[in-house]
């Protein structure tokens, strides 16, 4: 299976608001689970009930999205995989925003979904753009750093490591981490601790 | 040449190879499960046909999703009961130590890494918990990851990372009568913003950090992951050492010496070089509340809320949806706001000193009438030792409840529930939406002396006039 992924090209969903958390995207009653299956249609469960349909999840002109536009701090708190997975489930591949929570980043990187950066003025102009035209096809170049919709094309970040697991597919990282084979027990015993602080 | 900062060592130390871009493919010297993260990970395993690489370096604990009246099996929740089931399997079946109810160790995982002696100074640390930054305390680099992580480290005892740059942040002074370590932590976060330690580890330092207790230590590299950061830490020092001698996984006798020599080298360099440092007034910090939806909205107990046109344009939207959310005033004094309930607990606040600081206050009242008032102990060894000491009696006099130990009311994955949009005092960590159990339940992060206070008065108070 080839697992590179160097572009993503879709429609667009915008979720404002900064600071959204991984309770809010998927509320802890739904980690009581042994499988990631079935988590996508909980996505933002209670923040849709309470907005009553005025939610972006839930407006038909974010149907089909694949790409989800949002704001600072995207997916702080808690470390549940089970974040990215609903997402994933729900058919998102890409997020672009102005900044991601580090453990929500690497969960996604994990799972061969890109997180990218845009500047403020870059990413409200892409917020606009999409609301203004859901239909439009956005792409997110991991190749090329870029984020393009009708508006523009505007540069977009990401740290060269999660970029290049992307590009070359290695973002499962076990097998990248097993080729190191030996190393990994010479390294175990350089450090005192592992072995007892033998004399 | 300049000095290198305990991260430099120990990330050093760890390092089993330098991947292209920049990661490091680092050794992890203590692994932490639990039932909540972790099936998930052996079930990679097993498709991909891999068995554990270190079994012996990782140690599991049921902590979410006990519940805390009665630890009795089959769990009451048949959803919780499998999932302690598929831990005892996972533990089983790939030769991991699990501390189980039975085993009389059980608890918060963050709780018992520390007490049994498996948190040590220089280790990488990892679990699938975001709170895993609580272990930076003696001087570890403890990492929260997720489920495909926990894979990873199973599989191999490594994860994929990238070199955090390092702030230092040094609270400066004394801290005054009735200011704790969970009030340093939210002032902190108050200061650098939820999102402003991404990308950077947190060096904690300062007279304040030196003064402290390794349970307080924990309480503040705790939320770390609050304010942001990968991970948080405190150099060790004679404390860390006081603390791990004689707990059951520490070395003994000439090895213990050795480890003593080892763990003092890790520390950072006088002349380390930082990356930013940050400077706070332990004298200035007071008792503070969170009245928001993120723990970086919080003020000091005698302050007032914050103005909306006093906010900067770019976090108006912000508090207008917080505001929304919790129903309180701008410019409103956060004192005298009622409370539904209090909860003292949680791997922020559920240890021993934790629980003694509450009980000072307790003891000079009795829970208001409308409120209901948990008490939930860390660990097993924790409530043993507040047995000892008579805690749980206290308790019950002054009209809490005494659980039994588990992360309880912090989040929602157990019984115990916020119902409605019922308010709770919480000694806890998270002041999201929805996250004590009810989609429109509502939290205000304080020290657990402050949520004494707030039980026995029916409302937010200042502990200060109680103490």
Not at chain 2, 16 to 32: A, C, D, S, Y
């Amino acid at each position: 299976m080839d697992t590179r992924v160097s572009r993503v090209a879709g429609r667009a969903c915008v979720l404002r608001g900064d600071d959204i958390d991984t309770d809010r995207i998927i509320p802890a009653r739904y980690l009581r689970c042994v499988t990631f299956d079935g988590l996508g249609e909980h996505a933002f469960e209670d923040d849709r009930k309470q907005a009553k349909g005025d939610h972006p999840f839930d407006a038909e002109r974010f149907d089909g999205a694949s790409i989800l536009v949002v704001g600072r701090n995207f997916g702080c708190g808690s470390s549940r995989e089970h974040a990215p997975q609903a997402l994933m489930r729900r058919g998102f591949q890409a997020f672009v925003g102005a900044s991601f929570a580090e453990i929500f980043f690497g969960n996604c990187t994990a799972l061969g979904l890109p997180c990218v950066t845009l500047a403020p003025a870059d990413l409200a102009r892409l917020m606009d753009a999409v609301e203004a035209d859901p239909a439009q096809s956005v792409v997110v170049d991991l190749a090329a750093r870029t984020v393009a919709c009708r508006a523009g094309t505007f540069p977009a970040s990401i740290p060269d490591g999660a970029r290049g697991q992307l590009l070359d597919g290695s973002w499962n990282a076990t097998s990248v981490l097993l080729e190191a084979g030996a190393a990994i027990e010479a390294c175990a015993a350089r450090l005192p601790y592992v072995h007892g602080f033998p004399g | 040449m300049a000095g290198r900062s305990l991260l430099d060592k120990v990330w050093d130390a760890h390092t089993v190879r330098e991947l292209p871009g920049g990661q490091t493919q680092l050794f992890i010297g203590l692994h932490l499960i639990h039932e909540v993260t972790s099936p998930q990970a052996f079930a990679m395993l097993r498709e991909m046909g891999i068995s554990a690489r270190f079994p012996e370096r990782t140690f599991a604990t049921v902590d979410h999703i006990v519940p805390t009246h009665s630890q009795k099996r089959p769990l009451a929740d048949p959803l919780a009961e499998q999932m302690l089931q598929a831990l005892e399997k996972n533990a089983a079946e790939y030769g991991i130590r699990l501390f189980d109810p039975a085993s009389g160790h059980q608890g918060i995982v963050h709780v018992i890494g520390p007490e049994l002696g498996l948190t040590q100074p220089g280790m990488t640390i990892a679990c699938g918990d975001s709170h895993t930054s609580t272990h930076g305390a003696f001087g570890a680099l403890a990492f929260g990851i997720g489920t495909s992580q926990v894979r990873d480290v199973l599989a191999t005892q490594c994860l994929t990372l990238a070199r955090p740059k390092i702030r230092r942040i040094d609270v400066t002074g004394k801290l005054a009568t009735g200011v704790y370590a969970k009030d340093v932590i939210l002032a902190i976060i108050r200061r650098l913003g939820v999102n402003g330690g991404i990308g950077f580890a947190y060096e904690y330092a300062g007279a304040v950090l030196e003064a402290m207790s390794i349970e307080e230590r924990l309480t503040v590299c705790n939320m770390s992951i609050e304010g942001g950061a990968r991970c948080g830490y405190v150099n060790p020092d004679d404390t860390t050492l006081a603390y791990l001698r004689g707990r059951e996984y520490a070395p003994t006798g000439a090895a213990w010496d050795r480890a003593v020599g080892w763990w003092r080298s890790v520390a950072s360099d006088a002349d380390a070089r930082y990356a930013d440092r940050v400077s706070l007034d332990g004298a200035a910090i007071a008792p503070s509340v969170t009245w928001g939806i993120n723990p970086g909205q919080n003020v000091a107990v005698g302050e007032r809320l914050p103005r909306l046109d006093q906010a900067p344009p770019s976090e108006r939207a912000s508090l207008e949806e917080a505001y929304a959310y919790m129903g309180l005033r701008p410019g409103a004094p956060i004192a005298g706001t009622p409370i539904d309930v209090a909860f003292i607990g949680s791997c922020t606040n559920g240890r021993l000193s934790d629980l003694r600081e509450a009980a000072r206050v307790a003891r000079t009242g009795r829970v208001a009438p409308r409120v209901r008032a948990l008490v939930v102990p860390g660990s097993q060894a924790v409530a043993r030792e507040a047995e000892r000491e008579g805690l749980p009696e206290l308790f019950r006099a002054a009209g809490f409840e005494w659980r039994e130990p588990g992360c309880s009311m912090c989040l929602a994955m157990n019984p115990d529930k916020l119902v409605g949009r019922e308010l709770c005092a919480s000694s806890s960590n998270r002041n999201f939406k929805g996250r004590q159990g009810s989609p429109t339940g509502r939290t205000l992060l304080m020290s657990p002396a402050m949520v004494a206070a707030a039980a026995l008065r029916g409302e937010v108070c200042d502990v200060r006039e109680m103490l």
